[in-house]
């Protein structure tokens, strides 16, 4: 699985757009990016996924940039239950069978 | 459609014990993978089982042990627990376990005195 990189901690305003950055420089062709978030005594929840193309979905909307070597989760509308950590993950897909590599995340506070 | 059902949510043992616990899969899914969370080493791959058998295991000492039946609901033993054991528990389902999105439980959070 790539490595990948993300600020410790950042916060967000209610109601503003939140950024998440991450960077996966070491990321190969077929890896996809996975974002999850876990919050607080939660199993990780799924948010969005993507290989090269921008991705939308009802949650969040995901940048990957064009050479692949980074990505931003952005969630359009923050409100206070976004607060989370939020985990960028990179995993070549076929052969994980079962496996994520996690890291540190980004611990999101949204505050009013 | 009911989520990942974890058992029991909350479990205290002590030392030298062993420990069962119990995942539900998504009714379907037939891939299930288990995580350890401590708040030093963050969320740890420790095996995944697909029809009865595992297809892939993470770096943890014999001491732990999984299983999967055949309706793939799962287990995860632990013998002769260490203070070290201590942590939230979870499981994750998926259809195949390639590399589609993991559904976890809430987990079981298991405390060893």
């Known amino acids: 699985d790539a490595k990948t990189t993300q600020p410790p901690s950042m916060d967000c305003a209610e109601g503003r757009a939140a950024n998440l950055p991450c960077n996966h420089s070491t990321i190969s062709g077929n890896e996809y990016v996975y974002w999850y978030r876990q919050i607080h005594s939660q199993g990780p929840q799924y948010i969005i996924h993507g290989l090269k193309n921008n991705e939308t979905n009802e949650m969040a909307s995901l940048i990957i940039t064009e050479d692949r070597k980074s990505s931003t989760l952005i969630l359009p509308h923050a409100t206070l239950r976004d607060t989370a950590v939020y985990y960028c993950?990179?995993?070549?897909?076929?052969?994980?069978?079962?496996?994520?590599?996690f890291g540190q995340g980004t611990i999101l506070t949204v505050h009013p | 459609k009911a989520g990942v059902t974890q058992t029991p949510r909350y479990l205290i043992k002590t030392r030298g014990q062993q420990v069962t616990l119990s995942c539900s899969p998504i009714s379907g899914h037939r891939s299930v993978s288990w995580y350890q969370q401590t708040p030093g080493q963050g969320l740890q791959f420790l095996f995944e089982y697909f029809s009865e058998t595992q297809r892939n295991k993470g770096n943890f000492p014999g001491r732990f042990s999984g299983r999967q039946f055949s309706n793939s609901r799962s287990e995860m033993n632990v013998s002769t627990l260490e203070l070290g054991d201590s942590a939230l528990y979870l499981c994750?389902?998926?259809?195949?376990?390639?590399?589609?999105?993991?559904?976890f439980g809430s987990g079981t959070q298991l405390s060893v005195l």
């Open positions: 993950i990179g995993t070549a897909g076929g052969t994980s069978y079962g496996k994520l590599t």
């Open positions: 994750a389902s998926s259809f195949q376990g390639r590399g589609e999105k993991l559904f």
